[in-house]
Nanobody, 125 residues
Framework: VQLQASGGGLVQAGESLRLSCAIS????????VGWFRQPPGKEREFVAA????????YYADAVKGRFTISRNGAENTMYLQMNSLKPEDTAVYYC???????????????????WGQGTQVTVSS
């Protein structure tokens, strides 16, 4: 499985961005896909995920109501729509894929076996 993230950029607070993640290679019925971010000087943190093929979506409290994760019908591209961006959303954003995750583990980066290269999002105040 290969993942390619894109769509980052420099925006002002209150504006929107949409990140994309192209997924290629084998996909699995038990696959969970998600977005993580790593702010400057901090550890990688969970942003959002779509749990397995059931499609249930989960969000970090910090982005709930502002960010929306989605996956297209062909299941080969994942998106993160980010609205009402804040300076604290500044980070490198990564897409990830994991097989066989249980629900309690979807917020843990180490549980994901495949990662995209990251895309920088900078929000100015």
């Amino acid at each position: 499985v290969q993942l390619q993230a894109s769509g980052g950029g420099l925006v002002q607070a209150g504006e929107s961005l949409r990140l994309s993640c192209a997924i290629s290679g084998r996909t699995f019925s038990r696959e969970t896909v998600g977005w993580f971010r790593q702010p400057p000087g901090k550890e990688r943190e969970f942003v959002a995920a779509i749990f397995r093929s059931a499609g249930n979506k989960y969000y970090a409290d910090a982005v709930k109501g502002r960010f929306t994760i989605s996956r297209n019908g062909a299941e080969n591209t994942m998106y993160l729509q980010m609205n009402s961006l804040k300076p604290e959303d500044t980070a490198v954003y990564y897409c990830a894929s994991g097989v066989g995750l249980i629900l309690s583990s979807i917020r843990t980066p180490a549980q994901y076996g495949y990662w995209g290269q990251g895309t920088q999002v900078t929000v100015s105040s």
